[in-house]
């Protein structure tokens, strides 16, 4: 495969061009990483009782977790607070590989640092920023399929 790059005089110019013979998985996965960039979530944050609205950037979540009634979006440094449902954002983030792994967590397959086996055909996922979160018996196949299907 050849990477070509051309410099343009302006950023309306700017745009990214993929030639393929068929739309494989890894061309796939090229486009919908140049889309991530740059796309956001709007996401809320407490600080001394007082919510803030940040935009968090898509590529920077490592994951979401759903408690009760709220969902949060984990980066590296911050958590903030999403408006909206674990589903919705599942059907939304799809295509930015992001995967359901249990009843409450969808996480980015990009920001796993490793995956090893836990108890009760369960695994547990090292993320970027060193916390493991739990695969279940339930999506354990689909998250092993989605990771190969990926290499």
């Known amino acids: 495969m050849k ?9 309306a110019e700017e745009q990214i061009v993929i030639e393929c013979m068929e739309m494989t998985p890894m061309f796939e996965d090229i486009k919908n990483y140049c ?3 740059g796309t956001f ?12 609205i940040h935009k968090i950037c898509i590529e920077d979540i ?8 709220n969902v949060f979006a984990y ?6 607070e999403i ?21 409450s967590f969808l996480i980015c397959l990009l920001k796993i640092d490793s995956i090893r086996p836990a108890l009760s055909g369960r695994y547990l996922a090292r993320m970027e920023n060193g916390e ?20």
């Open 75 to 80: 980066t590296k440094k911050n958590i903030f």
């Open 83 to 103: 408006k909206k449902r674990l589903y919705e954002l599942e059907r939304e983030l799809a295509d930015y590989q992001f995967v359901r792994c249990s009843k």
């Open 35 to 37: 889309l991530a960039k």
């Open 41 to 52: 979530l709007s996401g809320y944050t407490n600080i001394s009782s007082q919510k803030q």
């Open 132 to 151: 493991e979160i739990v695969i279940s018996r339930k999506y354990a196949k689909l998250v092993k399929k989605t990771i190969m299907e990926e290499l």
């Open 3 to 11: 990477v070509k790059i051309n410099t343009v005089l302006s950023k």
């Open 62 to 69: 490592l994951y979401l977790e759903a408690v009760g009634e």
